[in-house]
């Protein structure tokens, strides 16, 4: 059976410049986790028994970030399945988009992670050396400016 994990994409929305295009105001949150290779990932983790995904998601956010839910605004109508292998056995991961709803609210990281960033497009895809990662990332990015 495939392992499933679930996490949320956070953005924030910085004050943009009058010369500044919306998109350039965007930045995305990533933790380099503190195990193995070190990647830089969005806070996701795995399903707990009774829970369902979105809840799983808030709860690894909690844990992994420090940020409640009461932090964040969850965006209706993006939600997006990764599937890879990990140790030679399916991997399913489900991500839904949150806003920060304060850009300044302090990113307290559990042991599992050893930094955080917060990242524009370009350098986000850069952090996150996973195609299907990067591809995730543009699709948001593309999302978020088409609705504003």
């Known amino acids: 059976m495939a392992v499933r994990a679930c996490g949320l994409i956070i953005y924030r929305r910085l004050q943009p410049a009058p010369s500044c295009k919306v998109s350039d105001s965007i930045e995305y949150l990533l933790l380099q986790t503190s195990y193995g290779t070190h990647h830089w990932t969005p806070p996701k983790g795995h399903v707990d028994p009774g829970e369902d995904d979105l809840q799983t998601a808030f709860r690894e956010t909690q844990?992994?970030?420090?940020?409640q839910a009461s932090q964040l605004i969850l965006i209706e109508g993006y939600k997006k399945e990764?599937?890879?292998p990990v140790h030679g056995k399916p991997k399913t991961v489900v991500y839904w988009l949150a806003e920060m709803?304060?850009?300044n609210t302090e990113i307290k990281l559990s042991e599992e992670h050893q930094a955080f960033q917060w990242l524009k497009l370009e350098d986000a895809c850069k952090f996150a050396e996973y195609e299907d990662m990067?591809?995730?990332?543009?699709?948001?990015?593309?999302?978020l400016c088409s609705r504003k």
Do not use: N, P, R, S
Request: proline share 0%; aromatic share 10%; hydrophobic share 40%.
């Open 101 to 103: 709803k304060d850009c």
């Open 63 to 67: 844990e992994e970030a420090g940020l």
């Open 134 to 143: 990067q591809a995730m990332l543009k699709e948001v990015h593309q999302f």
């Open 82 to 84: 990764l599937h890879y």
